[in-house]
């Protein structure tokens, strides 16, 4: 079973406090969560402003399916995140 992981590098330059920071990384995760099937969660840069990243995994029977799904989460991704998104990397495992 082949599993997909997704790291969002996120800048978020209006941001002047922590709470601001969650602010937006919470709207973006659920709306990101309501699109997809990934987990999601905030694993770098919580104690910076302005920085964040987020990691996401889900996995599939197969691989092509795992191709399509994973596109559609970057699509959406890039959609939510706008200008935020400063880089996305994809990465298939296969255990």
């Known amino acids: 079973m082949p599993?997909?992981?997704?790291?969002?590098?996120?800048?978020?330059?209006?941001?002047?406090?922590?709470?601001?920071?969650?602010?937006?990384?919470r709207q973006a995760q659920d709306r990101l969560r309501a699109r997809s099937?990934?987990?999601?969660?905030?694993?770098?840069?919580q104690e910076l402003w302005q920085r964040a990243r987020l990691d996401a995994v889900t996995v599939a029977a197969d691989y092509a399916v795992?191709?399509?799904?994973?596109?559609?989460?970057?699509?959406?991704a890039e959609d939510i995140l706008g200008d935020l998104l400063t880089d996305c990397r994809v990465s298939y495992l296969e255990p």
Not at 38 to 44: D, G, K, M, P, Q
């Open 3 to 25: 599993i997909a992981y997704c790291t969002l590098e996120i800048h978020l330059p209006y941001a002047r406090s922590l709470k601001d920071k969650r602010r937006v990384l």
């Open 37 to 45: 099937r990934f987990s999601i969660a905030e694993v770098a840069h």
């Open 66 to 76: 795992l191709e399509r799904v994973t596109g559609q989460f970057v699509r959406d």
